[in-house]
């Protein structure tokens, strides 16, 4: 079974616009740690956003926020106000396991977002 | 400081070649892995090495080998090149404890793009 299911291949949305990138996550472990990540079309990785499981507050950083529902094990990326810069792949990620950052992820297959001017 | 770096940025090899993938980090991190991206699979886990010392298989193995040759510095390597591992390699590095975002985040080297023919 995927223990991180990103639903949408494809996202559109217009400048200016909100959007929300689905990922529901699948673990038996009390502690984990939930990743967004962004990747541009030059390829490098770029570190959004992280969501701890015992974190009571969902994670905002800038124009981001995490929609961490964990009854329902999803971790929904907010975009507020798109920009054309954020046309990239993104990725959701988990970390299991402890409350340090020493394991690896195990990343979802990614959204494309494209912003439309 | 440089973050992660990897070595090379781009590789041609012909089927059965060998070679070898550098990485190296200037944070002190304890934890170091390599992914590889392929499309539409996001980022799996080849290798990961938790402290210097120690190393793990990931998701994917098989015609790999890994060699931490001190905290900083962990090499991929292939004996003998497939077309199958044509792929975007990336390497990471993380730590635990501490406070912040340095307590959890992974931090990703520009990749490596390898072409098998």
């Known amino acids: 079974a995927q223990k991180i299911t990103q639903t949408q291949p494809g996202m559109f949305v217009q400048e200016k616009e909100a959007v929300t990138l689905d990922c529901t996550y699948d673990?038996?472990?009390?502690?984990?740690?939930l990743f967004w990540y962004k990747q541009p079309s030059s390829g490098e990785m770029i570190f959004l956003i992280y969501?701890?499981?015992?974190?009571?507050q969902n994670a905002t950083e800038g124009r981001y926020s995490l929609n961490f529902q964990k009854a329902r094990k999803s971790a929904n990326l907010v975009i507020s106000a798109s920009q054309l810069g954020d046309s990239a792949m993104y990725f959701c990620?988990?970390?299991?396991?402890?409350?340090?950052?020493?394991?690896?992820?195990?990343f979802g297959k990614g959204t494309r977002l494209s912003v439309i001017a | 400081n440089a973050g992660v770096t990897q070595t090379p940025k781009f590789q041609v090899l012909k089927t059965g070649q060998s070679m070898t993938l550098q990485c190296a980090q200037d944070?002190?991190?304890?934890?170091m892995y390599w992914y590889r991206q392929d499309p539409g699979m996001g980022l799996r886990l080849i290798y990961y090495?938790?402290?210097?010392?120690?190393?793990d298989k990931g998701e994917v193995p098989n015609g790999y080998n890994v060699s931490r040759l001190n905290k900083r510095e962990f090499s991929l390597r292939l004996e003998s090149a497939a077309p199958s591992q044509t792929s975007v390699y990336f390497c990471?590095?993380?730590?635990?404890?501490?406070?912040?975002?340095?307590?959890?985040?992974?931090?990703f080297g520009p990749g490596t793009r390898l072409t098998v023919t």
């Open positions: 673990t038996s472990d009390q502690s984990y740690g």
């Open positions: 944070m002190n991190h304890n934890s």
């Open positions: 969501q701890g499981s015992y974190d009571e």
């Open positions: 990620a988990m970390r299991e396991g402890g409350r340090g950052g020493n394991t690896p992820l195990v």
């Open positions: 990471a590095s993380s730590d635990w404890g501490g406070q912040g975002r340095g307590a959890y985040e992974q931090y």
């Open positions: 090495s938790a402290s210097e010392g120690t190393t």
